[in-house]
């Protein structure tokens, strides 16, 4: 697959603060890659140089293998930024169609009623006539005005309600599978891992880690296996089991924490322990970053 972006031991720092500490990665075309940290962690800055608003002090970026500061390379990006304001006075098709205008290759109209999903009555509304659901509306239609094929979506669902958020994830599927590169940031840890192929984590602006959703919950969380015991089976017996780190009585059920649900499973069915109402929890991502963030801390 194809670079779409590249950084390779890029830093930034504002005045004696370092926000951005040697940092390095590649993201190939058509991936959907989430960027997420805390606050200050260096998820913003790192998206504006990629953009080409905010320039590295050291190291280097490279957008379609080019400074993001060329004109070729600005035409062939969009940006949805968390905080954005327009013009007012202006009709929603008039300053989308003056967006459309700065790119040779701007997305059709109707595409962009389609995918925003503005009504067509909207469009003669005045922007400061808009509601809040409907200038988050406006913002994605801009970032998509010039059929970008690298998208960046920073936290884009803020302030939305959960049909919303729903609708806006599935036009991004469909923005990933007609081949375009999204990077995006959130706070909603569910919805990076639902959406994303990838995961970028930031803390005091250097990566901690970069995976897959499933990566980083299958080797950071702790995976669980719960049921009813057929007998009484004193504890003990689980946790010299291969795989079971550790067992606990819950209620009426009997919980095993596992690096291995599999293996850990058919050892139990091999020892023949009786079991009913088996449930396997794989853990989730939210699981994931706490246990890696109280790793951290311990080191």
Known sequence: MDNIVRLTNVSKVFADQKAVENISFSINKGEVVAILGANG??????????????RPTDGEIMVFGKNPNRKEVKERIGCMLQEVSVMDSLKVKEIISLVQSYYPNSMATTDLLDITGFEKKDWNKRTEKLSGGQK???NFALALAGNPDLLFLDEPTVGMDITARKNFWDTVKRLKNSGKTIIFTTHYLQEADEVAER????????????GTPFDLKNRLSKQRIS????????LDI??????CLEAKQVDDRVVLLTDQTDELLNVLFANKLSMTQIE????????????????????
């Open 199 to 210: 995961i970028i984590l930031f803390k005091n602006g250097a990566i901690m880690e970069d």
């Open 41 to 54: 962690a260096g998820k913003t800055t790192t998206i504006l140089m990629m953009l080409g608003l905010v």
């Open 227 to 234: 049921f009813q015991a057929g007998k009484n089976v004193s």
């Open 280 to 299: 396997v929890h794989q853990g989730n991502l939210e699981e994931a970053l706490s246990e890696l963030a109280a790793k951290r801390e311990v080191m």
């Open 238 to 243: 689980y946790r010299k089991l291969p795989h």
């Open 136 to 138: 988050r509306r406006l």
